[in-house]
């Protein structure tokens, strides 16, 4: 299962969700920062889900003037393989990124102030991703589910380390 059909598959498991809601909470919790799903895939991944019978989609009529929205619920199919690829995703060690160490073995080609200069660039975006995320957490607050505190703060972590 890809990364992106497991990120979605467990945001419909906390309840049904349709697809704009789905964008909405990605941003939300900032799971760009680890995951890759942009705004226009996901509907691609929500039929390719529904096409593997994952999950099924129902009209629900819309509160105001805008039109039904397409609502997605879990399989049981779709609970036992979103089951099964959470416990590998957890039990399973990945590498880490290959961009950065790539760029670490042509190192000593680059001329020393580029590199610095560059190594700087870098360190400010995960000062920038560390300070987003942070805000986003603290928009949260309290009534965040315990694996939201859990994804930031490991994510803090990891940016913290690197």
């Given at each position: 299962m890809k990364n992106a059909d497991l990120a979605i598959l467990g945001l419909i498991v906390e309840q049904p969700r349709y697809g704009y809601e789905i964008e909405q909470v990605i941003e939300q919790r900032t799971m760009?920062?680890?995951t890759e799903i942009g705004f226009s895939s996901i509907y691609h991944i929500l039929g390719r889900l529904e096409k593997n019978n994952?999950?099924?989609a129902r009209l629900q009529e819309s509160a105001g003037r805008g039109p039904a929205r397409k609502v997605y619920e879990l399989t049981e199919d779709g609970r036992a393989a979103w089951y099964e690829a959470t416990l590998d995703a957890l039990s399973t060690p990945v590498r880490c990124d290959q961009s950065f160490f790539l760029g670490l073995v042509g190192l000593p080609a680059v001329p020393?102030?580029?590199a610095l200069l560059a190594l700087e660039k870098y360190k400010q975006h995960?000062?920038?991703r560390r300070d987003q995320a942070n805000a986003r957490w603290q928009e949260i607050g309290d009534d965040s589910f315990y694996v939201v505190d859990a994804m930031f703060d490991h994510s803090l972590h990891l940016v913290d380390a690197e």
């Open positions: 760009r920062n680890w994952y999950v099924t020393r102030d580029e995960l000062n920038e």
